[in-house]
């Protein structure tokens, strides 16, 4: 399932027009990211959480030309999955 998919499945499920489901979505996806992007956690009970990790600046190696480079430190966001969706994918 896709960004548009999932658009098109909450305007039919609760009688809404796309344009509505569209703004539904991106308010979400906006709130979620700016969480994040502000070092916020998001924690979606049964589900999953996402959070960032923090990556130290490390030696690296470019593989094309074997060269050793420097990666600069960055942060990057990470989903951790729910117990119960682990267990519904698993079908326990």
């Known amino acids: 399932m896709n960004k548009s998919d999932l658009i098109v499945a909450l ?7 796309e344009k509505q489901a569209t703004e539904i ?4 996806f ?13 924690e979606i009970r049964d589900f999953a959480a996402f959070t960032v ?4 600046a490390y030696k690296g190696r470019d593989p094309r030309t074997g060269n050793t480079v420097d990666v600069k430190p960055k942060r990057s966001p990470y ?3 729910g117990r119960e ?5 698993d079908g326990k």
Request: no cysteine.
């Open 11 to 17: 305007a039919d499920k609760n009688n809404l027009t």
């Open 25 to 28: 979505i991106n308010l979400i």
């Open 30 to 42: 906006d709130g979620f990211t700016e969480t994040l992007k502000n070092g916020g956690r998001i």
């Open 53 to 56: 990790r923090k990556y130290k």
């Open 79 to 81: 989903f951790k999955v």
């Open 85 to 89: 969706l682990k267990k519904m994918v």
